[in-house]
Antibody, heavy 117, light 106 residues
């Protein structure tokens, strides 16, 4: 059974750093298209980042240079390292697996990040 | 690539046929997906490649379109279908979502 479990969210001050984790089971993250998508409270979905099966990575303009996506194949876990956090980064962060060019067919339940002083 | 969904809000009744439109600011071939999201839940993939039904999704859902204009149609609304729907272009980076269409019971 495919499972994605996010963790690492919490309350962080502006300018701080946080690392989100997404533990996967039922499939291997190493050769899978994996993404992070966020949703600010009461707002729509915003794509954040992707790591393709060939390890190429891409980011939304709003997080480029501040966030880094990576994976640890030995732990079967996806990460999102977030730095220089801003109030506008406050959101529920979802990890999801999918297929390039087809979208994401399985999502975790999300981890909440709140950036506030 | 900007995606604009219309309408943003839709009120309908059980049994109605509803259509949601997603327009892309430039051509994206058929690289479009549709998701359903219910309050407090993660999004669920309904349609990919503009018109391919994801496994397990009821056949009352269908998608069409290519290029810059796409539609999601629900042929006969069921109580479980009242939710927010998003389109997503997966043609080029950065990937983008539409702003969402909230479908409520009339």
């Amino acid at each position: 059974e495919v499972q994605l479990v996010e963790s690492g969210g919490g309350l962080i001050q502006p300018g701080g750093s946080l690392r989100l984790s997404c533990a996967a089971s039922g499939f291997t993250v190493s050769n899978t298209y994996m993404t992070w998508v966020r949703q600010a409270p009461g707002k729509g979905l915003e794509w954040v980042s992707v790591i393709n099966s060939d390890d190429s990575t891409f980011y939304a303009d709003s997080v480029e240079g501040r966030f880094t996506i990576s994976r640890d194949n030995s732990k079967n876990t996806l990460y999102l390292q977030m730095s220089s956090l801003r109030a506008e980064d406050t959101a529920l962060y979802y990890c999801a697996k999918g297929t390039k060019g087809q979208g994401c067919d399985f999502w975790g339940q999300g981890t909440l990040v709140t950036v506030s002083s | 690539i900007q995606l604009t969904q219309s309408p943003s809000f839709l009120s309908a009744s059980v049994g109605d046929r509803v259509t949601i439109t997603c327009r892309a600011s430039q051509g994206i071939s058929s690289y479009l997906a549709w998701y359903q999201q219910k309050p407090g839940k993660a999004p669920k993939l309904l349609i990919y490649s503009a018109s391919t039904l994801q496994s397990g999704v009821p056949s009352r859902f269908s998608g069409s379109g290519a290029g810059t204009e796409f539609t999601l149609t629900i042929s006969s609304l069921q109580p479980d279908d009242f939710a927010t729907y998003y389109c997503q272009q997966v043609h080029s980076y950065p990937i983008t979502f539409g702003q969402g269409t909230r479908l409520e019971i009339e």
